[in-house]
């Protein structure tokens, strides 16, 4: 089995992907994301340092379909990663809210929830990921269940 793994997040935002991230994989994972790092090309020169030094990885960003998410598992299998994949069930009306209780850069414009909602697509294994984990929050936490 490869010895580091490549996590996808993958949800509308407000899903929860950043809380998760850094309840249950920081600080084992080099932390992606894009909106921190700002460019594509400072992005991608992280992705880059993380498959040529085996450095275990989550990609912070919506990641919201199937063409988003092919941006990193072919790199990312060819580099001999394990390519996985959280991904949040959208849930327009959940997310709005806890939007609304975000301040400053967090929060984002609501038609951008609405609008990430409807071009959606759920990720699946035949994008060429090894295991695939559907998220979902209940009133004590984050519940994790693998989708074969
Ligand atoms: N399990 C949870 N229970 C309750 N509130 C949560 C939970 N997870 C996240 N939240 C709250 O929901 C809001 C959105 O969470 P978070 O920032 O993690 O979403 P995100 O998916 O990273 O969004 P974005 O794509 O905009 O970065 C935050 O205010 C966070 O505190
Ligand atoms: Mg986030």
Redesign the pocket.
């Known amino acids: 089995m490869a010895d580091f793994e490549v996590i996808l997040m993958c ?10 991230c850094r309840e249950r994989l920081f600080p084992q994972y080099l932390y992606i994301s894009l ?1 921190r790092l700002r460019t594509r090309s400072a992005e991608a020169e992280l992705f880059a340092f993380a498959l040529r030094r085996r450095k275990s990885c989550v990609i ?1 960003n ?1 990641n919201i379909s199937r063409q988003e998410r092919a941006r990193y598992i072919p790199a990312a299998k060819k580099a001999g990663a394990r390519v996985v994949t959280y991904w ?1 069930e959208p849930d327009v009306g959940a997310c709005l809210a ?2 609304a ?2 301040t400053g850069r ?1 929060r ?1 414009p609501d038609i951008v929830i609405r609008d990430k909602s409807s071009r959606f697509s759920a990720p699946d294994r035949t994008e060429g990921f090894d295991q695939v984990f559907k998220v979902s ?1 209940a009133d004590d ?2 519940h994790v269940e693998e989708q074969k």
């Open positions: 949800g509308i935002p407000g899903s929860g992907k950043t809380t998760f909106d912070d919506t949040f806890r939007n209780g975000r967090e984002v929050i936490g984050f």
